[in-house]
């Protein structure tokens, strides 16, 4: 049982037919399909590819090479970097519900000004899963909460979104990023080329640049699965010396939308022009 093709919103799909989303929240919300997170879908074109590995799929052949190189060069930093994100994430989530938590020793000088920003929100909606009974048709039987877009063309993608709430009456959409080095909302036009101070805002800016797309996916998300239309968004980024914070506008939010929409449509186009060869196939 699926949503059929030309149909309707996610949200409209709970309200008028929950059925279909409860049998998809009886089974795990993701799956891995070519070394890539995908995610369970109630859409007739099956599971659909995550926010992060559409914009990974759809980097530049530089940008992936770097990357490739410094994984090579810094054993062990990407899997290092996956679990300090988890443990503060899981921190950030459990003190956004009152609940208890440890920071646990080695990651403590990452949740310094944490809390701080965490108190901003007045109201809380999210915090990696739904806090209201009225939006559990997001989650999955294995815990995972996600929101489901499309485009025009009906081309999926899915996204889990970190926090979801109400700061000074706007609905606010936030991200937490945890870091070595700090993130960078400006080119560093201003700096030596080549220079370590110049390499790390490049780098900071690249990662805010890439944090402002998936908050134009989940946004997009949000409005069809939630039927909330996102205010303002925000980037928290937790490293060792500081922690910041990156406001963006909904006038912003519209651009990285944009942006995220024709990521969108270059990502099916690359499938749909993909050949495989398989020699048992005709």
Known sequence: MVVDKNDQTIFKVAQNNPEILKKLNNKPARITINGKRHYETPFFTGPAASVTAIISETASQQSKRKLEMWAKNNPGMKE???????AIHSCMEQYLKKEK?????????F????????????????????????HKYTLSSDGIGRVWGQDEEERPWVGSPDII?????KLTLADLKTSV????RWWPKNLEKGT????NLLGGYMKFQKTCLQLGAYALAIEQTLNMKVQQAAILVSTPDKTQLFKISR??????QEKWLKIVAEYYDNLNNCSVYDPDLI
């Open 80 to 86: 290092a970097a996956a679990e300090r994100g988890t």
């Open 101 to 109: 938590f440890d920071v646990p020793k080695e990651y403590q000088e």
């Open 111 to 134: 949740w310094g000004g944490m809390e701080s920003l965490l108190n901003q929100f007045d109201e809380v909606i999210w915090a990696e899963t739904p806090l209201y009974d009225k």
């Open 165 to 169: 709430g109400v700061v000074k009456n």
């Open 181 to 184: 080095k700090p993130y960078s």
């Open 196 to 199: 370590v101070e110049w390499r």
């Open 251 to 256: 006038n912003h939010l519209d651009i990285c």
